[in-house]
């Protein structure tokens, strides 16, 4: 079975400060995209980065990236500049088949002011 | 619509009770996914759509859980006399075809069993 394993239950971080949440997966896909995913208390799922494997490029979104090591299967995502609206559940995703995804465990990210 | 609906936002059923989470994707989106996230856990697979197809319902945990899509657009998860363990928040994600994009979730249902 296809695992993605966030390693980091809890971070926190200074406002404004930098962070790095890991991740690692494993797929038997070739070409395939990787997710991370934001959830607030709201509960709803925000798609905050995206990585397409055949792109050696790390992704960058504003105060978001990835370090994406495609031989390691490993897909960290860095925060700059924490802000106390960084505060959630991060999930990291990669897919299971066609269409799928398989998230991890959750990292829960904590900004101190 | 401008995203993923989810209703009940809220749900309580006892034990024994059929209970039906209803989720109305953005327009357009032809795939449509349900997942189930137990508290302190990552979302787990239960089944997608393509259309009014169902084409894996592989993570569904029994039979007792049903899922339908009749025309392509809004769906509706039943669960027939729920247990314990139902007790989770159910989400609902859409997208176009290849879901590359990513995948646009609702706000889930919480179900409570009591």
């Known amino acids: 079975a296809q695992t993605v394993t966030q390693s980091q239950p809890e971070m926190s971080v200074q406002e404004a400060e930098t962070v790095t949440l890991s991740c690692t997966y494993d797929?038997?896909?070739?070409?395939?995209?990787l997710f991370w995913y934001k959830q607030p208390p709201s509960r709803q799922m925000i798609l905050v980065i995206r990585?397409?494997?055949?792109?050696?490029q790390n992704a960058t979104e504003n105060r978001f990236s990835v370090n994406f090591q495609k031989a390691a299967k490993s897909f960290s995502l860095k925060i700059s500049d924490s802000q106390l609206g960084d505060a959630a559940m991060y999930f990291c995703?990669?897919?299971?088949?066609?269409?799928?995804?398989?998230f991890g465990q959750g990292t829960r990210l904590t900004i101190n002011p | 619509g401008a995203g993923v609906s989810q209703s009940p936002r809220y749900k309580v059923a006892k034990r024994g009770q059929d209970v039906a989470l209803r989720c109305d994707p953005i327009?357009?989106?032809?795939?449509l996914f349900w997942y189930q996230q137990a508290l302190g856990q990552g979302p787990e697979f239960l089944t997608y759509?393509?259309?009014?197809?169902?084409?894996?319902k592989s993570g569904l945990p029994s039979d007792r859980f049903f899922a339908e899509r009749p025309e392509g657009s809004v769906s509706t998860l039943k669960i027939q006399r729920t247990q314990q363990e139902d007790s989770a928040v159910y989400l609902c994600?859409?997208?176009?075809?290849?879901?590359?994009?990513?995948?646009?979730f609702g706000s889930g249902t919480r179900l409570t069993v009591v």
């Open positions: 990585q397409e494997a055949y792109k050696q």
């Open positions: 327009s357009g989106h032809v795939s």
């Open positions: 797929t038997s896909e070739s070409d395939y995209y």
């Open positions: 995703a990669s897919p299971q088949g066609a269409q799928k995804l398989v």
């Open positions: 994600a859409s997208s176009f075809v290849t879901g590359a994009e990513g995948y646009t």
């Open positions: 759509f393509q259309n009014e197809a169902q084409l894996d």
